[in-house]
């Protein structure tokens, strides 16, 4: 392994063992800011995590919430603010909380963790931001 994973797993680790249940999502983006991640791009249905690091790019792939040729569902604002309330409550798991952004037509999204942001893309350039607040660790 590269220098660059190495440090990325570890950073996900320490923050897996300390994360709280509800508004856990601010406490894991701080454990990664430390680690030296700018950014993180996210791609639907693929599941497919880009890591901008300062010690290089790493990327990652989890299991795909769609297989085959599908239609994307039209971007739901509306839809996506439920789906990350709903995780920001403790009320669903990383990879419910990914299929339900998918469904409000979320096809890939960035975290910008100097910026503490995170925008939100539907495929035909809709966009929704939010700010989430730093946390100490």
């Not at 419910?96 to 910008?112: K, M």
Request: glycine share 6%; with cysteine; net charge negative.
């Amino acid at each position: 392994m590269t220098k660059a994973i190495d440090n990325l797993e570890a950073a996900q680790e320490r923050a897996v063992a300390g994360r709280p249940k509800v508004g856990g999502f601010p406490y894991l983006a701080e454990m990664l800011r430390r680690a030296g991640v700018k950014r993180n791009l996210w791609f639907l249905p693929a599941c497919q995590a880009l890591y901008l690091t300062e010690h290089g790019p790493v990327m990652t792939t989890s299991t795909p919430l769609v297989s085959g040729t599908v239609d994307v569902p039209p971007f739901d604002r509306e839809a996506l603010i439920a789906a990350l309330r709903t995780d920001q409550a403790g009320k669903s798991t990383f990879p419910e909380f990914l299929a339900a952004s998918w469904r409000a037509g979320v096809i890939h999204y960035e975290v910008d963790f100097t910026a503490r942001t995170v925008a939100y893309y539907g495929c035909n350039d809709e966009k929704y931001v939010e700010a989430y607040s730093s946390v100490e660790v």
